[in-house]
């Protein structure tokens, strides 16, 4: 209150007004019915950033960041309205925008504009503010996810467009409902934890639960909470995010699913492989065994087509027996349950390959030299297997001098690289692959016998172990195969 | 000694040129117990016995109850010992392994040889038949010739002569 009149003359009371006016914190300037201004206090001045000289004389619309704001707000003063809480928006000195909320009304000496009366309030820091938070919100409600806010007792406080699509339930039918509406029956147990634990400041993330949507649906949902504070550190409530994973609890399981079928197939080739070796192997036993009693005791019977005739029989059972075995030796190199565990020596492998070969080595003349080989993580049979099919075709496809085979080992880190080299018919360039492949072979039985398996169980059996197989040939010179397996650590 | 559950036929051995009669009751008699579904592999085997002067009885159980049927009656001294038990491995109703851990297990006759015949080559076969007490674990051959030279092998496990 200024004190009463009478204590100061009217010229004291008018500068105290004026540096009132002057120094108030809220803009105010008088500006006359073209717009120029013809007044502002410091406030307006220090808001905008303008010396009175740059302010003072020119019309209030350069100010403006919108004109059509100005015009409009100049006409409702011209046309007497009074404004209130009217939101513009101010160019500053340095090009920065004020928003500010105008209160105006004109001052009229006997009907006549004089000029407005107008207090602006900067509300430059509210704007921005909101419009965070609108860009918050917005976000919020573009997300996929459920966002839910609920307080310290789980009633739901915010609902956003991503949980009414998951859930089902409109804002209006969920906030104000206790969080366990969403629990799937079983789970419901699980929020009072949840909420102590909020209580306790703590985070969960990613917390794998079942929820349920307003039709009864049973949701696999990821869920992140944590607690939201008030500006003194006290937790208020929660913001819970919740992800509907059950697609990809789907998928997941389908993967599981597709696992347990290759195990069983895995399984059932294992069945075969055991079949392959016996059940399968009987009926053949039988027809060779009762093909060749025939012939011994009925031979002479027969005639000599008889005895070709049976000799085509058993001939053929015993390829399938061959073709049986290899098979079955081919199924367990690649389903072999177990890796190896434990170093073997590969010398020892090759000595027992040799030896299996016995007989062939020694009709064929061979002569088998090598270098000092290394310890390999392998299972001991399966490399003697790779030896025994390496040695033994070089033994088979070679040339008209007896075969001189050469088996060495190098390191060639990470691995190490064991050749197989012959002086044998070699391998035409453009088979060198196909040559791995089952069943596949270049000669006819008569001209070498075989049952096309022994690369193919060499390359399983390799790749098996990490390492990979090769053949580099030139046709009438001899072929070298190449393997490799990786080198453990020392 | 014409006790025998069904699935069980008994068999006379005549060596090559020795009359049957004398055979069965004669001094060099033997009884082998043959576990064998198949009857090919069985006549096969009968014939290889013969041909390497088995003289005496044998007796094939063509599935694995009748086989254990059968040593119950050697337990309850219903049926004599066998000088030799040969087993498959692939049998119907009880498998060539339960046949071998009983026979092992007969209070009476368990330390008579049995041999394991069957048709597989899988290495945990031959480390089974081991490990339950098979005196040798042989594999079925495929060629005649072999498959008639088994006869030898039994001969040298009962001893290099048949008793």
Known sequence: MPPPAGMVTPEERYRELQDFIENAAVAMHWVSEDGTILWANKAELELLGYSREEYFGHNIMEFHADRPVILDLLNRLKRGEEVHGYEARLRCRDGSIQYVSINSSVYREDGRFIHTRCVSLNITEEKKAAEVHHRLSAIVESSDDAIISKDLNGIIQTWNAGAQRIFGYTTEEIVGKHISTLAAPDRVDEIPNILERLVRGERIDHYETKRKTKDGKILTVSLTVSPIRDESGRIIGASKVARDITERGLQEQALRDANAALTRSNADLHQFAYSASHDLQEPLRMVVAYSELLQKEFGTQLGPSGAEYIGYTVQGALRMEQLLRDLRTYTLASTSARDATADIDASVSLDNAIKSLAAAIKDSKACVTRTDLPCVRMHEFQLEQVFQNLIGNSIRYRGSDPPHIHVAAARQDPDWLFSVQDNGIGIDPQYKEQVFELFKRLHSIAEYPGSGMGLAICQRIVERAGGKIWVESEPGRGSTFYFTIPRTAV | ?163
């Open chain 2, 1 to 163: 000694m014409n006790l025998s559950p069904d699935g069980v036929r008994r068999f006379t051995l005549q060596s090559r040129g020795q009359p049957s009669s004398e055979a069965a009751s004669g001094q060099n008699a033997v009884s082998i117990f043959l576990v064998e579904d198949n009857p090919a592999d069985a006549g096969l085997l009968r014939k290889s016995l013969e041909q390497h002067d088995f003289e005496g009885e044998l007796v094939i159980a063509t599935d694995g109850e009748s086989a254990i049927q059968f040593i119950d009656l050697m337990d309850s001294q219903q049926v004599e010992c066998p000088h030799l038990v040969i087993i498959d491995l692939n049998l119907p109703k009880r498998s060539g392994r339960e046949v071998l851990v009983r026979m092992r297990r007969s209070a009476r006759c368990g330390k008579v040889p049995i041999v394991i015949l069957s048709s597989s080559d899988v290495q945990q076969d031959k480390a089974d038949a081991a490990r339950l007490g098979a005196t040798q674990y042989l594999r079925k051959p495929s060629r005649l010739d072999e498959f008639l030279d088994l006869g030898r092998i039994f001969k040298d496990i009962l001893g290099g002569s048949p008793r």
